[in-house]
């Protein structure tokens, strides 16, 4: 017989794999940022492969090659007497081949939801917010719909075809189901976040009195919108929408920027215009009579800050980029402002404003007029808020501001969130927290440092996107 | 990965403490409570390390390889060195 016997006693063995557990737990709530070792040696914009993906010879794929028998194709060939190929995605087929005149069938029958209704009894089929998202998102056509809020081209009962449509079917649902029905649509068309603004004696003043030519801009009972020679009619019963769209993160090699901000948000405000005048909603464009930040703040998307023009947000600093104002009569529940603290920590912070190139912003604290004497002198701001005001006499946009902030942080080290956190509830470590930012080099980069990184697809990096 | 850390530092723990009963090592309260700060300083600063380099911000991850990470071991030293004097006294 084995005279082994372990030193470990029953009790011992099952504390330890209580440790280990706990052990497992603690590391597992440090944010996984690396998913397999292939990822951390990936590190540092290298495109290699992970492990498991084998490299071939050049001309050497996976499918195996009959060059013999390969040829280029011949793009006049015929088949059944029509253009090669021949496919199922044309009904035209289906009238000289049996089999693709069976498919058509199948799909003129309502095949593709039939199955989906099988496999998700609960589902009913597509809806109006369905066949509203789907003209959106195709509006490649720039279909951004009138001031009066009247959309072209919108398919208003599932199947039939596109039409003008009926101003007496609307999508029906709650305002806090709207919001959220909203939200997801912004945020898949790419907007980064959405606010509503309800339209009171107070937030009227943050529209202006008129228009740059004079035309005057004024509140009106009904709903329906108007713009004439003699005035630009605002119901007053609608909300503000407010959302907003991000720089691309690789602004933070600024000032070599790119232009993907407002060149972005512009597809996001046709898609979202178009989207709520397919639903049956006035949706008009209100941006140039009213100021951007001041909704941001007010519909909670942002905080106003040192940075003055742009709102800055807990989760993305000052990476708002396109921020679009639209009245509209969608039943939107409303969205409180904020404080994260972004107010107070701009107090001690000015990174944006001590980074400035052309020292076109404000040193001090936040203020009732403006702290330069000229811009104070010209009164060249615009009064009743205490904030920081922009010296723009001065500033030439070449946006360093936006790459500067200590919020403007990605979401790949957990330090960011505890920064956010301290910087909401303990202020006194501000002033710590903004030398910290500074010293550990966050901000602008070297614009050639770019090229040398892996780009992130489309637009924004992963990490940096936050829900 | 942090599944492997998870487990290595499990086991280097369950191995630490499985060692120091064998040896009869008594350890107080507040010489734990110092190691787990260590280790817990050292975990926060290989997920900032690590972060910070996802992040593009290479010299962010290096500061903490000297701001947090330098504490961290010199928290786990000294609570080694206080449990060790402490044998080598007692």
Same mark, same amino acid.
């Given at each position: 017989? &084995?005279?082994?016997? *372990?030193?470990? #006693?029953?009790? !011992?063995?099952?504390?330890?794999?209580g440790l280990a557990g706990a052990g497992l737990g603690a590391a597992a709530a440090a944010a996984p940022v690396f998913h397999d070792l292939d990822e951390v040696t990936s590190? =540092?914009?290298?495109?290699?492969?992970?492990?498991?993906?084998?490299?071939?010879?050049?001309?050497?794929?996976?499918?195996?090659?009959?060059?013999?028998?390969?040829?280029?194709?011949?793009?006049?060939?015929?088949?059944?007497?029509?253009?090669?190929? %021949?496919?199922?995605?044309?009904?035209?087929?289906?009238?000289?081949?049996?089999?693709?005149?069976?498919?058509?069938?199948?799909k003129d029958s309502g095949h593709n939801i039939a199955w989906m209704k099988e496999k998700f009894p609960s589902y009913q089929g597509p809806d109006l917010r369905t066949e509203?998202?789907?003209?959106? &998102?195709?509006?490649?056509?720039?279909?951004?719909?009138?001031?009066?809020?009247?959309?072209?081209?919108?398919?208003?009962?599932?199947?039939?075809?596109? #039409?003008?449509?009926?101003?007496?079917?609307?999508?029906?649902?709650?305002?806090?189901?709207?919001?959220?029905?909203?939200?997801?649509?912004?945020?898949?068309?790419? $907007?980064?976040?959405?606010?509503?603004?309800? %339209?009171?004696?107070?937030?009227?003043? %943050?529209?202006?009195?008129?228009?740059?030519?004079?035309?005057?801009?004024?509140?009106?009972?009904?709903?329906?919108?108007?713009?004439? !020679?003699?005035?630009?009619?605002?119901? #007053?019963?609608?909300?503000?929408?407010?959302?907003?769209?991000?720089?691309? *993160? =690789?602004?933070?090699?600024?000032?070599?920027?790119?232009?993907?901000?407002?060149? @972005?948000?512009? @597809?996001?405000?046709?898609?979202?215009?178009?989207?709520?005048?397919?639903?049956?909603?006035?949706?008009?464009?209100?941006? *140039?009579?009213?100021?951007?930040?001041?909704?941001?703040?007010?519909?909670?998307? +942002?905080?106003?800050?040192?940075?003055?023009?742009?709102?800055? *947000?807990?989760?993305?600093?000052?990476?708002?980029?396109?921020?679009?104002?639209?009245?509209?009569?969608?039943?939107?529940?409303?969205? &409180?402002?904020?404080?994260?603290?972004?107010?107070?920590?701009?107090?001690?912070?000015?990174?944006?404003?001590?980074?400035?190139?052309?020292? $076109?912003?404000?040193?001090?604290?936040?203020?009732?007029? @403006?702290?330069?004497?000229?811009?104070?002198?010209?009164?060249?701001?615009?009064?009743?808020?205490?904030?920081?005001?922009? %010296?723009?006499?001065?500033?030439?946009?070449?946006?360093? +501001?936006?790459?500067?902030?200590?919020?403007?942080?990605? !979401?790949?080290?957990?330090?960011?969130?505890?920064?956010?956190?301290?910087?909401?509830?303990?202020?006194?470590?501000?002033?710590?927290? $903004?030398?910290?930012?500074?010293?550990?080099?966050?901000?602008?980069?070297?614009? !050639?440092?770019?090229?040398?990184?892996?780009?992130?697809?489309?637009?924004?990096?992963?990490?940096?996107?936050?829900? | 990965?942090?599944?492997?850390?998870?487990?290595?530092?499990?086991?280097?723990?369950?191995?630490?403490?499985?060692?120091?009963?064998?040896?009869?090592?008594?350890?107080?309260?507040?010489?734990?409570?110092?190691?787990?700060?260590?280790?817990?300083?050292?975990?926060?600063?290989?997920?900032?390390?690590?972060?910070?380099?996802?992040?593009?911000?290479?010299?962010?991850?290096?500061?903490?390889?000297?701001?947090?990470?330098?504490?961290?071991?010199?928290?786990?030293?000294?609570?080694?060195?206080?449990?060790?004097?402490?044998?080598?006294?007692?």
């Amino acid at each position: 017989m &084995s005279k082994f016997h *372990s030193t470990v #006693s029953r009790r !011992d063995f099952m504390k330890g794999l209580g440790l280990a557990g706990a052990g497992l737990g603690a590391a597992a709530a440090a944010a996984p940022v690396f998913h397999d070792l292939d990822e951390v040696t990936s590190i =540092q914009g290298e495109t290699k492969h992970p492990w498991y993906v084998k490299e071939l010879e050049l001309e050497k794929p996976t499918v195996e090659m009959d060059w013999s028998t390969y040829q280029r194709v011949d793009r006049t060939k015929q088949v059944s007497g029509t253009r090669f190929p %021949l496919t199922a995605t044309s009904s035209a087929h289906a009238k000289i081949n049996a089999t693709i005149a069976a498919a058509r069938v199948l799909k003129d029958s309502g095949h593709n939801i039939a199955w989906m209704k099988e496999k998700f009894p609960s589902y009913q089929g597509p809806d109006l917010r369905t066949e509203a998202m789907l003209g959106a &998102s195709a509006t490649s056509r720039m279909n951004y719909g009138t001031f009066e809020g009247v959309v072209d081209d919108v398919r208003r009962n599932p199947g039939e075809p596109l #039409s003008i449509p009926a101003p007496d079917v609307k999508w029906q649902g709650t305002p806090e189901e709207n919001l959220k029905t909203l939200r997801n649509a912004a945020r898949f068309f790419g $907007a980064a976040e959405i606010g509503v603004v309800p %339209l009171t004696a107070n937030t009227k003043k %943050l529209f202006n009195a008129n228009y740059r030519d004079g035309t005057p801009i004024n509140f009106v009972s009904g709903n329906e919108p108007y713009r004439n !020679d003699n005035e630009i009619a605002i119901p #007053s019963g609608h909300s503000v929408l407010f959302f907003s769209t991000l720089e691309s *993160s =690789q602004a933070r090699q600024a000032p070599a920027p790119t232009w993907t901000g407002y060149e @972005h948000y512009s @597809h996001v405000e046709r898609k979202i215009h178009y989207f709520l005048g397919a639903l049956g909603y006035k949706h008009s464009n209100v941006s *140039s009579y009213t100021q951007s930040v001041a909704f941001g703040a007010f519909s909670g998307v +942002c905080e106003s800050s040192r940075a003055c023009m742009i709102g800055t *947000s807990y989760k993305y600093g000052n990476m708002y980029r396109g921020m679009h104002r639209i009245t509209t009569d969608f039943p939107l529940a409303p969205t &409180s402002p904020v404080d994260a603290g972004i107010h107070k920590f701009c107090k001690d912070c000015r990174t944006c404003a001590e980074s400035c190139p052309y020292n $076109a912003m404000p040193l001090g604290d936040a203020s009732w007029e @403006h702290e330069d004497t000229e811009e104070e002198t010209l009164k060249n701001y615009i009064p009743g808020f205490k904030g920081w005001r922009l %010296l723009n006499l001065k500033c030439i946009r070449c946006k360093n +501001c936006h790459t500067q902030c200590p919020f403007n942080s990605g !979401d790949a080290a957990i330090v960011h969130d505890l920064v956010r956190a301290t910087a909401s509830t303990v202020p006194i470590f501000n002033g710590f927290l $903004a030398n910290m930012h500074r010293a550990f080099g966050y901000g602008t980069k070297n614009p !050639d440092e770019w090229w040398e990184n892996d780009a992130p697809i489309g637009l924004f990096d992963a990490e940096f996107v936050k829900p | 990965m942090w599944l492997i850390i998870g487990l290595i530092a499990g086991a280097a723990v369950l191995g630490l403490v499985l060692w120091m009963r064998g040896k009869d090592v008594a350890v107080k309260w507040y010489e734990w409570l110092v190691g787990a700060l260590g280790l817990a300083l050292l975990l926060f600063t290989i997920q900032n390390y690590a972060g910070s380099l996802a992040e593009l911000e290479s010299t962010a991850a290096n500061m903490f390889l000297l701001v947090s990470g330098l504490p961290a071991i010199i928290l786990l030293a000294v609570s080694w060195q206080l449990v060790a004097r402490r044998q080598r006294a007692g």
